[in-house]
Nanobody
Framework: QLQLVESGGGLVQPGGSLRLSCAAS????????IGWFRQAPGKEREGVSC???????SYADSVKGRFTTSRDNAKNTVYLQMNSLKPEDTAVYYC?????????????????????WGQGTQVTVSS
């Protein structure tokens, strides 16, 4: 059974850090691009970051320089390190998988392209 499970969300003060994890089971992430998305109340889901099968990364302008995505294929897990968090980063964060050929450089922020989604994890940035 294909499954993605996010973890690591929580409540943090402005300027703080969190690391989100996205663990996959039932398939290998080697053949995947992984996107991180977020959705705040009353807003549309937006792409935050993407890491391709070959390890290339892309980031939304709003998080560049603060967020870093990485993958550990041995653990079949992808991470989103979030530093210098701001109240406007508050949202439910989702990881999503797009199946691609191994070693592909392809990545996208188009949510409709993704094949599988995790259940989401809440991140709240507040003092």
């Amino acid at each position: 059974q294909l499954q993605l499970v996010e973890s690591g969300g929580g409540l943090v003060q402005p300027g703080g850090s969190l690391r989100l994890s996205c663990a996959a089971s039932g398939f290998t992430l080697d053949y995947s691009a992984i996107g991180w998305f977020r959705q705040a109340p009353g807003k549309e889901r937006e792409g935050v970051s993407c890491i391709s099968s070959d390890g290339g990364t892309s980031y939304a302008d709003s998080v560049k320089g603060r967020f870093t995505t990485s993958r550990d294929n041995a653990k079949n897990t992808v991470y989103l390190q979030m530093n210098s968090l701001k109240p406007e980063d508050t949202a439910v964060y989702y990881c999503a998988v797009l199946r691609v050929p191994r070693g592909s450089y392809y990545c996208t922020f188009r949510a409709a392209r993704y094949d599988y989604w995790g259940q989401g994890t809440q991140v709240t940035v507040s003092s």
